[in-house]
């Protein structure tokens, strides 16, 4: 069994800052691309931030320059620092992670429970 637990949401004023974190635990043998992905009320889920093993990141346009994905592949851990935010930053913010728990089980998607971030003055 594999947990996603987040934590870092709040309410923060436009301007703010708020890092998120996110770490897998469990029977894990290996995660590929972790991520970041937010819902905000009558609206789908969307991307917002990916990372691979390597390092490799890929954000939303809406997000570039002030968001940065990072990752601690012994923690098995993936922070999100999000500076310059703005209202419509307002979202459960959703940690993912495609990974596998042995050698030759296939790779699935797991999920966080998500965290609240509001932007308001």
């Known amino acids: 069994q594999v947990q996603l637990v987040e934590s870092g949401g709040g309410t923060v004023q436009p301007g703010g800052s708020l890092r998120l974190s996110c770490a897998a635990s469990?029977?894990?043998?290996?995660?590929?691309?972790m991520g970041w992905y937010r819902q905000a009320p009558g609206k789908e889920r969307e991307l917002v931030a990916t990372?691979?093993?390597?390092?490799?990141?890929n954000y939303a346009d809406s997000v570039k320059g002030r968001f940065t994905i990072s990752r601690d592949n012994v923690k098995n851990t993936v922070f999100l620092q999000m500076n310059i935010l703005k209202p419509e930053d307002t979202a459960v913010y959703y940690c993912?992670?495609?990974?596998?728990?042995?050698?030759?089980?296939?790779?699935?998607?797991?999920w966080g429970q998500g965290t609240q971030v509001t932007v308001s003055s």
């Open positions: 993912n992670a495609n990974l596998k728990t042995g050698p030759i089980s296939p790779s699935y998607d797991d």
């Open positions: 469990g029977s894990i043998f290996s995660i590929g691309i």
């Open positions: 990372i691979s093993s390597i390092g490799t990141t």
